[in-house]
Nanobody, 124 residues
């Protein structure tokens, strides 16, 4: 599957932004999708994951209550609505698809087909 992330940018602390990811190349609706981020000098971490049907979601503790992941299987898209942004949210954000269909996982190693990433910078 090919993934194309978009929507990053520069925003002030407390602001909002929406990231989008368009997928193509395989049966999108059979795979969990996730948003991950990597800040300079840090490992890539999972931010939010949504299962293949959209009925189950996972959020990192650091973003719970502020971020919302959603998917549109008809349009092969997954989005991340980010509210109340903080400077520590600054990172390159990637969308990714699970490597196998119908698995329940939030582990970064279980995801692949990484998009090119989109930069989010939150100023204080």
């Amino acid at each position: 599957v090919q993934l194309q992330a978009s929507g990053g940018g520069l925003v002030q602390a407390g602001g909002s932004l929406r990231l989008s990811c368009a997928a193509s190349g395989r049966t999108f609706s059979s795979y969990a999708m996730g948003w991950f981020r990597q800040a300079p000098g840090k490992e890539r971490e999972s931010v939010a994951v949504i299962n293949w049907s959209g009925g189950s979601t996972y959020y990192a503790d650091s973003v719970k209550g502020r971020f919302t992941i959603s998917r549109g299987n008809a349009k092969n898209t997954v989005s991340l609505q980010m509210n109340s942004l903080k400077p520590e949210d600054t990172a390159v954000y990637y969308c990714a698809a699970a490597l196998k269909p119908f698995i329940v996982t939030t582990t970064t190693a279980d995801f692949g087909s990484w998009g090119q990433g989109t930069q989010l910078t939150v100023s204080s």
